[in-house]
């Protein structure tokens, strides 16, 4: 039997870091976010022998889940209750560590694959819910839960997160034209930067909980995320530029490696070109940069940013989350 999971890599827009516990423990925090075009395949097939073998950017071949090196599928193995005679292979469309949300849409996409190997099925909720557990509770890494969410379900949503843990992805719901519009008005570069975020979403987290001034700002970035929402509820496209640089301008006060001088310069030089506002994707520091603008004056940005030498990457939006796209015998 062979199984085959398809999960989107995400774009955030406005609130993030108000994902982390450290914050709606005591405030609810909201995002607003997308899935793109742009995904993580997950094959999970049976094994001639009893041993298992993990291919991603290296090979395991190993004879029992404690000895499988890479975290997540170690422990999505167990969640599942599979332990041996199993061949898992794992393809991505962009490079780990580019601010897309990849390894928690590995995780989704993982327990989404193996689930189905077992003939067993998982809502998406269900499968945000326990992507949070591997990689928060057992892993201990420093994030939020807006990446599974956003993995699992696809589209375009507001994320809210709740102090008693509930966590409510409800799509924005605005026309067909507003979408349209709103994915021509944006633009992704990659600066060609990319690696771990831990560092910076650990400083992140530490202000959260001790630096009242830190989660100040982030009330302030959850309401731009409810303005945006409301915005793009009611088909008015205006102030999205503005909300998104509002955002960033905040973002870079919640630790000091979401931005750097190198970064600044880009985004200056797209803003002169006639960039209403834009940021940098994930925990910031590397990735892709996106870019809000019109359609006007896109390729006097697009010129700005080629002679910096960040090159454009092509995407659209993905209205699904995670799916099972192949079962073979």
Not at 43 to 65: G, L, M
Not at 73 to 101: N, S
Not at 119 to 133: D, M, N, P, T, V
Request: hydrophobic residues 35%; proline residues 2%; glycine residues 10%.
């Amino acid at each position: 039997m062979m199984i085959i999971s398809r999960t989107p890599f995400r774009m955030s827009f406005a609130g993030g870091g108000s994902d982390l516990s450290a914050y709606h423990r005591g405030h609810p925090g909201g995002v607003v976010s997308t899935t793109i075009d742009k995904y993580i395949y997950v094959t999970v097939k049976k094994r001639f022998d009893e041993t298992i073998r993990v291919s991603y950017t290296k090979t395991e071949i190993v004879d029992s889940v404690d000895q499988i090196q890479h975290d997540l599928v170690r422990e999505a193995m167990r969640l599942v209750g599979l332990d041996r005679g199993i061949e898992i292979t794992t393809i991505a469309d962009v490079p780990a560590g580019t601010g897309l949300g990849s390894s928690s849409s590995l995780t989704v996409g993982l327990l989404n694959a193996l689930y189905a190997f077992t003939e067993r099925f998982r809502s998406a909720k269900q499968l945000a819910h326990e992507a949070c557990q591997i990689e928060i509770n057992i892993l201990g890494k420093p994030i939020g839960k807006q990446d599974q969410y956003a993995a699992a379900h696809g589209g375009l949503n507001y994320i809210q997160f709740n102090p008693d843990g509930a966590v409510f992805a409800d799509p924005i719901i605005c026309s067909k034209e507003t979408k349209e519009q709103l994915q021509k008005r944006l633009l992704m570069f990659y600066t060609g930067l990319q690696g771990d975020n831990s560092d910076i979403l650990a400083e992140q987290r530490r202000g959260t909980v001790s630096d009242e001034a830190k989660r100040m700002i982030l009330d302030q970035m959850v309401e731009l995320a409810n303005q945006m929402r409301d915005a793009l509820n009611g088909n008015d496209l205006t102030r999205f530029g503005k909300l998104l640089h509002q955002n960033w301008e905040l973002k870079k006060r919640m630790a000091s490696g979401i931005s750097n001088p190198q970064i600044d310069r880009w985004y200056q030089a797209a803003r002169q070109a006639g960039a209403s506002g834009g940021k940098i994707l994930g925990a910031g520091g590397r990735g892709f940069l996106l870019l809000c603008c019109s359609e006007g004056k896109q390729e006097a940005v697009r010129k700005a940013m080629q002679e910096l030498g960040l090159r454009e990457f092509s995407f659209r939006f993905e209205p699904q989350g995670s799916k099972i796209i192949y079962v073979g015998g």
